[in-house]
């Protein structure tokens, strides 16, 4: 077990011991897609932690309008008040063709100050590269959002051969002490982002 897992347990880590709502984020709407599975193992692994209130932001289930006219639309909505709600964020996604999917991308262009000075880590997979291709091309992406990327990642080389047909790793050891470090610097960074925030309104200084 980590060594920062107690910590994060009993709400060390936090300066306001509050809770920090996390919208997980899926990166494929395709179907059959893997993205379910991968995403059920990290809802697992965050929800082991009552520091995290954790809600599900899924492409496939929303309805947005492709020429990113910002025009009133209730999936819209839904999206930007998740998104709004939200300290930190975790994105699930898996690699096209050396990059992210366009849905991802889609869902990112959105919005825009609802993500704003906030922390967000990645759980990636894919075939030989887990993924890693399509994360580093996302830190860009939301470098320009203001987002802060988390450092530490987890992916899934070769995904389909590590998990068994109920969604659970063959040997699950590494995966999850790699999310509890990712969880960690998360959790860090979504408070001290959170109290800036606070503080200082970050509108005043994105343009
Ligand atoms: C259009 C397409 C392109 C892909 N390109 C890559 C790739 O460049 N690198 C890789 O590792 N896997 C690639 N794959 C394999 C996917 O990572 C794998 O199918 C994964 O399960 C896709 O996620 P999903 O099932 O949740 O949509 C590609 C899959 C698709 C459908």
Not at 52 to 60: G, H, K
Not at 79 to 108: M, Q, S, W
């Amino acid at each position: 077990m980590s060594a920062l897992l107690p910590a994060l347990a009993t709400g060390e880590l936090t300066r306001t011991n509050e809770k920090i709502n996390v919208a997980l984020i899926y990166g494929s709407i395709r179907e059959g897609r893997y993205c379910d599975t991968v995403a059920n193992w990290a809802c697992a692994q965050v929800r082991k932690h009552p520091q995290f209130a954790l809600e599900i932001v899924d492409p496939a289930k929303l309805s947005l309008q492709p020429q990113l006219d910002r025009k009133e639309n209730v999936d819209l909505n839904v999206l930007r008040a998740c998104l709004d709600r939200a300290d930190a964020f975790i994105v699930i996604t898996p690699e096209y063709n050396h990059g992210y999917p366009a849905p991802l991308k889609h869902l990112i262009d959105s919005v825009s100050r609802e993500w704003q000075a906030k922390p967000l880590a990645f759980v990636s997979y894919g075939g030989v590269s887990g993924g890693l291709r399509a994360v580093e091309q996302l830190r860009q992406v939301f470098g320009e959002l203001h987002v802060a990327t988390m450092r530490n990642s987890v992916s899934f080389a070769n995904a389909w051969e590590q998990f068994d047909e109920r969604g659970h790793l063959f040997a699950p050891a590494r995966a999850e002490k790699s999310m509890e470090m990712m969880l960690a610097q998360l959790h860090w960074w979504a408070g001290a982002l959170k109290d800036a925030r606070c503080s200082i309104p970050y509108g005043i200084v994105a343009t």
